[in-house]
């Protein structure tokens, strides 16, 4: 599979795919946790969190994350994404107006709750697994 094939596989999982998990580093051991993720045209992944958690420190103390996300779980051999990256802690208003759902005034008082924040992960590199084909695969950005 060529690098355009790989690519609009891996935006295709991304853009149908919205809960998967994202694994910070804590004492030099993974942490791992399930999150809502957007993403943009390319392929940076935003999730929504509150800025008094233990992944946000985590972050703080090493950006490194890894994220899973795609498997449905209804067949073995469902095609899923593997994403090493770098995480940011984000308080940009736009990106929290954009990323905003009636579904997290569960956590948060509204769009400007001062505990709202927003991981932007850059990914490293995103592994296609379980496709058709020459999987796994990997997108090296």
Same mark, same amino acid.
């Given at each position: 599979m060529n690098q355009e094939e790989l690519k609009k596989k891996i935006y295709?999982?991304?853009?149908? &795919?919205?809960?998967g998990t994202l694994a910070t580093v804590?004492? +030099?051991? /993974?942490?791992?946790?399930?999150?809502?993720f957007s993403n943009d045209d390319e392929?940076?992944?935003?999730?929504?969190?509150?800025?008094?958690?233990?992944k946000a420190d985590e972050i703080e103390e090493n950006p490194n994350? &890894?994220?899973?996300?795609?498997?449905?779980?209804?067949?073995? +051999?469902? /095609?899923?994404?593997?994403?090493?990256?770098?995480?940011?802690?984000?308080?940009?208003?736009?990106?929290?107006?954009w990323l905003w759902s009636e579904t997290m005034e569960r956590w948060f008082t509204g769009k400007g709750d001062p505990d709202y924040?927003?991981?932007?992960?850059?990914?490293?590199s995103i592994r296609l697994m379980n496709a058709e084909g020459d999987t796994p695969a990997t997108l090296d950005l």
């Amino acid at each position: 599979m060529n690098q355009e094939e790989l690519k609009k596989k891996i935006y295709n999982i991304m853009d149908q &795919h919205k809960i998967g998990t994202l694994a910070t580093v804590k004492k +030099g051991k /993974p942490h791992s946790r399930y999150m809502t993720f957007s993403n943009d045209d390319e392929f940076t992944f935003y999730t929504p969190t509150n800025k008094d958690t233990h992944k946000a420190d985590e972050i703080e103390e090493n950006p490194n994350v &890894h994220i899973l996300i795609g498997y449905e779980g209804e067949g073995l +051999g469902d /095609p899923y994404l593997e994403v090493e990256g770098q995480a940011k802690i984000r308080d940009d208003q736009k990106m929290k107006d954009w990323l905003w759902s009636e579904t997290m005034e569960r956590w948060f008082t509204g769009k400007g709750d001062p505990d709202y924040i927003v991981l932007e992960i850059y990914p490293e590199s995103i592994r296609l697994m379980n496709a058709e084909g020459d999987t796994p695969a990997t997108l090296d950005l």
